[in-house]
């Protein structure tokens, strides 16, 4: 299932897309499109390749392009992300000025849509988490704007949860 409009410009661009390869090559997409900042909501990291070499170059690629270059991540669990994606853990310990993890609170958790933003124009919403059908829309700052928003709330509702050191007595 496949489909474009351009209703607000001719260099929007959306496409409705199912299937977990299409997932990952569109969170690709919309890292590739990134040149300042990248927010990234997931319940986990469990789906999304996050813990793929590729999506790890991505980042890492994205981040050095600028000193400037931010990525935020709001996880509702971050177990995944600390056990299991070990590359992304090490850009975490490299870059940590240019990276920040949340973790939502309790009452935040319902939120099931996952999403990745690039520079308030381009998105990838995966509508539940437990289903691979998502949005994939570039060049959408209105839409972005709207997930943007949902994001900051998001934020609002988490704190500080990863860290590139482990502080201990």
């Given at each position: 299932?496949?489909?474009?409009?351009?209703?607000?410009?001719?260099?929007?661009?959306?496409?409705?897309?199912?299937?977990?390869?299409?997932?990952?090559?569109?969170?690709?997409?919309?890292?590739?499109?990134?040149?300042?900042?990248?927010?990234?909501?997931?319940?986990?990291?469990?789906?999304?390749?996050?813990?793929?070499?590729?999506?790890?170059?991505?980042?890492?690629?994205?981040?050095?392009?600028?000193?400037?270059?931010?990525?935020?991540?709001?996880?509702?669990?971050?177990?995944?992300?600390?056990?299991?994606?070990?590359?992304?853990?090490?850009?975490?310990?490299?870059?940590?000025h240019a990276?920040?993890?949340?973790?939502?609170?309790?009452?935040?958790?319902?939120?099931?849509?996952?999403f990745v933003?690039?520079?308030?124009?381009?998105?990838?919403?995966?509508?539940?988490?437990?289903?691979?059908?998502?949005?994939?829309?570039?060049?959408?700052?209105?839409?972005?704007?709207?997930?943007?928003?949902?994001?900051?709330?998001?934020?609002?509702?988490?704190?500080?949860?990863?860290?590139?050191?482990?502080?201990?007595?």
């Amino acid at each position: 299932m496949s489909g474009q409009s351009t209703e607000n410009s001719a260099m929007e661009q959306h496409r409705m897309l199912i299937g977990e390869r299409e997932y990952e090559a569109a969170i690709d997409e919309v890292i590739g499109q990134a040149r300042h900042t990248l927010y990234i909501f997931d319940s986990d990291l469990t789906k999304g390749g996050y813990a793929s070499e590729k999506r790890y170059e991505a980042l890492r690629k994205f981040l050095l392009m600028a000193r400037g270059n931010r990525l935020v991540l709001v996880l509702h669990e971050t177990d995944y992300l600390v056990s299991r994606c070990p590359r992304l853990m090490g850009l975490l310990r490299t870059l940590s000025h240019a990276i920040s993890i949340h973790r939502t609170l309790e009452h935040a958790r319902v939120t099931s849509d996952l999403f990745v933003i690039a520079d308030e124009a381009h998105y990838v919403h995966r509508f539940h988490d437990d289903n691979a059908r998502f949005l994939l829309a570039l060049h959408d700052h209105a839409g972005a704007l709207q997930l943007e928003e949902r994001f900051g709330q998001l934020l609002e509702s988490a704190c500080p949860a990863v860290f590139a050191t482990t502080l201990g007595l």
